[in-house]
């Protein structure tokens, strides 16, 4: 379903934007 693969997308971008991003808090 099309639900599925925007929740997947956006599960990977989230995971790849904390692992990229320096942890600054």
Excluded: D
């Amino acid at each position: 379903m099309i639900a599925l693969l925007i929740i997947s997308f956006l599960m990977f971008c989230y995971m790849g934007y904390v692992l990229l991003k320096p942890e600054k808090f």
